[in-house]
Structures are given as structure tokens and as C-alpha cells.
């Protein structure tokens, strides 16, 4: 049974209530007024969701927040004044220091911010978190809601309820349960393994990512495909959407956003001293050495435009000799290439003469590939050509693009008629209508039996394939993960049940 908290009386504990500000996964929290020492506080009371066990850890939960967040004494945290309990109604409440600001969450909503504004706000983040980190605390739930701008231009961190202490007695969350905001988390907590301060760095440059462009770095229609993203797709890069960001401001979000924690910045502080280097117009101090790209002479500018620079840790700028071979060393982020000017005009000359090449070799005008056939025809396109030895093309043959992966359906059915949709990484790839024959009776029911077959190209990656089946009033949908190899087919067999209808997908 369900046991929401009733309407609030006048007073809970010392406190009179004054206002509902707002409401939680948690609880409730009011604008109150402490007589006792004469100010007024946001009061966040614990709505308990279940009798029993689950309100106990509930209860847990929200005297861990109290003793996390009242242990943390730094500038840019939410001041803690008191915890107790409410002994007329037995609830729980936390009174905290009352910010009269606005969310990032409310300034986000009026577009994108400047970039040394968002900076600003990051390094104050980044050295809260540093201190919190330092207490063996991970907040775990970093997201614009949680952030306020007071009108001194401060910034506070709120809401440390789903926080963790790093010792036993306080792990209230067990592995494998996914704690926080899908849109801001850090991969390896989407994949509920372990996480330490490095997890609030990437949800920080998340939320700063989306301050910067207006929009979030991992947006996706539905929850699996925001995992899906922040665990294997890199966002674009923020000067995509927006002008004159400087190239600092990328390299440093391209550490931040690394998928591999390893890979991202160590600590939050280190974070907070690079989002100030660039503001004070320095090169960030820590996105150099292992975040620099090694570019062989030999490669540039083409190289660099198709990709294919080593991405490595190299030695300083002041050792350009790495292997015997001499390199030039290009200060941009590991995810995120800025070609300089020349480099683009040189690429797009050597560009159009592999167009030309590609469109006048007499091999190409003998073995030309059959158009890809549409969803629902009748014959599976062939493998496209690849250029044989000796061909014009030569060498360069191997910078064409790669032949796409082929991603084959096969769909069993008990259905009269229905509509099938498939969608590849939430993009809409197929549509079509299905039947089936007649079989046999079970009782006074007629069974239906159908099948279906299809094969679509796909880009060579991973990629997240979703089906959707509709007849009558109902709907299944099942999703399913594959990687694709350039010309190589994946055989998806796919199913619904007689009695059920659950929807099977599986790899074969």
C-alpha cells in the first residue's frame, strides 16, 4: 500500500511551514521558518513511498544525505542546519540552507549560455566536487537541476541524496542498480559498474556541454538510447552549433567526456584549473602530452583530414622525434579535430581528384554495383566492388569509403495483419505491413502463421536496432545491440510468441 505523505501540518519539528517549493524522488521540500534562531530554511521532508522494508531504506537513504551533505563545509555546497525526525507523524526532515537563485536547469531554458560564463560555473562545480570527492563522497547525480546561480554570481551544489560514502556502512545502493539522470551520467555508472570521482567530472562537462549548445550531448528520443549514446557516441563537437568557441573550451570538454576514465581528467580539481587556464587565456596545463594527436609529416594534410593520425601518448612538444621519424604535434582534443585552414583547402583539393579518379577508372564503369535495393524488394544487394590490384585508383583506393555493414531480418509471427517498424539507432528504417496464412484451430481460436524477410545496409559500427510490432490495439517493442563489420552480414531472428506475444530478439 501506497503511503504518501499527508498534507503538512503547520509545523514539523520546530519548523513552520511557509510554502511547498517542490517535490522529489525523495521527498518534499518547503520554505520554512525556524523560530528559534528567526530564518527561514528549505525544509526537505521524506516522502515515504511503501511501508515496511522499503521505507525503511528509504529512511536510510535520506539520513545518509543529511550526514554526507552536513560533513561537507565548502563555499560552493548547500549548507546543512539540521536533521531530525517529527515525532507526531514519525517523518524524517533535513533543514537546509534556503538558496534564492536560479537552477541551471532555468537559465539553460533561456538558450545557450557564453562560454566564459560556463566556464566560470564549471570551475566553481569542479572545486566543490574536488572537496566532496576529497571526503570520500561522490555525488553521482550532477545535472543543470542540481547546480544554482545565486544572484552574487556563486554557485551551489545541491541534492546529495543519492550520494555515496566510499566505506561499507554507507553503501545503501548495491552494484548493479543504476542510480542518477540518464541524460548526465557517466558510462560506466549507465553500465551500474563502479564509479569514483572521475563518474561527476563527465556528468559536469555534460551539463556544461549543454549550457554551451542549447542542447544535451547525449539527447535521444527514449532512455536506452541516451544510454546507448553516452556509452558508446561521442556528442559533436560544441562548435558545430555554436560560433567563436575556442578551441581551449573543446580540448578541455574532450577530456572531461572521455568514455574511459582513464582517459578523463584525474580529478575535479584538475578540471576546475583548466576551465580557469582558458579563461585567463593559457593553454589548459592538462590536456597536454597524452591528449596531443601525433601527425606523421608524411600524412599531413590527408591524414589529418581522413582520420587516420595515431591518437597516442607522446612525448613533449619540446621532443618532436618520436620512433626516428620527425611528427608534427597538432594541439587539438582527442575526440574533437579542428583542421586549421589550410589543412581543410588542402584536403578538399586532394578530395575532388579521388572523385575524379574514382568516376573516370575504366574499372569503375565495368563493375559498377547495383543500386541497394529498398526495404521489401525482392533481391539482397551485392557486396560493392572493391578496386582490384593495378587498378587506377592504386593505393588511394584504400582511403574510399568502406562498403556498409547489412543488417538481415528474419521475423516469425502468429498475426492476420499487423505493421512492423524497424529503427536503427531511433532513426526510422524500414516500415511494413504484415500478414499471415491460416493454419490450424486451437479450441475455437484460428491460429495465423507469417514470416518476414528483409535486409537493410547500415553504416560498419555499433549500433543500437529497435523493432516494433503493431496489430490490433497492441504493441511490442524490443531492442537489441550489434556491432556491424564493413560488408558483412548480421542475421537477426526475431519472433513473437502464440499466447504471450512477448517479442524475442536474438543474434544468429
Known sequence: MTCWMAEPASTIGRYEILREIGRGAMGVVYEARDPVLDRTVALKVIQRSAPGETARIYEERFLAEARIAA??????????????????????????????????????ARGPLEWRAVLQIVAQVARALHHAHGHGVVHRDIKPANVVVLPTGEVKVMDFGIARLETARHRLTTTGEFVGTPLYTAPEQAKTEEVDGRADVFSLASVAYTLLTGRAAFLAPTIPGIVHRV??????????????????????????????????????????????????????????????????????????????????????????AVGGATRSILPVGRHWRRPRRGVVLAGVAVGLGLVGLFLWAPWRRSAAAPPPRTAGGDAAPDAAPSAPAGSAL???????????????????????????????????????????????????????????????????????????????????????????????????????????????????
Open 71 to 108: 560533513a561537507l563545509q565548502h563555499p560552493g555546497i548547500v549548507v546543512v542546519h539540521d536533521v531530525g525526525r517529527d515525532e507526531p507523524t514519525g517523518s524524517l526532515f533535513i533543514a537546509l540552507e534556503l538558496l534564492r537563485g536560479e537552477t541551471l536547469s532555468e537559465l539553460a
Open 394 to 508: 592504386g593505393p588511394l583506393a584504400w582511403f574510399l569509403p568502406a562498403n556498409p555493414g547489412r543488417l538481415r531480418i528474419d521475423f516469425d509471427h502468429p498475426l492476420r495483419s499487423g505493421t512492423l517498424r524497424v529503427f536503427v539507432d531511433d532513426e526510422l528504417a524500414l516500415e511494413e505491413r504484415l500478414s499471415g496464412q491460416p493454419r490450424k484451430k486451437a479450441l475455437v481460436f484460428k491460429m495465423h502463421e507469417g514470416s518476414f524477410r528483409d535486409e537493410l545496409e547500415v553504416t560498419p559500427g555499433l549500433h543500437e536496432v529497435r523493432l516494433e510490432v503493431r496489430w490490433d490495439d497492441d504493441v511490442r517493442t524490443e531492442r537489441i545491440v550489434g556491432n556491424f563489420r564493413s560488408g558483412a552480414t548480421r542475421r537477426l531472428e526475431a519472433s513473437l510468441g502464440r499466447i504471450r506475444r512477448d517479442l524475442k530478439l536474438e543474434w544468429n
Open 231 to 320: 556509452v558508446y557516441e561521442d556528442p559533436d563537437p560544441p562548435s558545430r552549433h555554436v560560433r567563436d568557441i575556442p578551441a581551449g573550451v573543446e580540448r578541455v570538454l574532450a577530456r572531461a567526456l572521455a568514455k574511459d576514465p582513464d582517459l578523463r581528467y584525474p580529478t575535479a580539481l584538475a578540471f576546475a584549473e583548466d576551465a580557469e587556464d582558458v579563461l585567463a587565456g593559457r593553454p589548459p596545463r592538462h590536456v597536454t602530452g597524452e591528449d596531443l594527436v601525433v601527425v606523421d609529416e608524411a600524412d599531413s594534410p590527408l591524414a589529418a583530414l581522413l582520420g587516420t593520425a595515431t591518437q597516442a601518448p607522446v612525448s613533449p612538444p619540446s621532443d618532436p
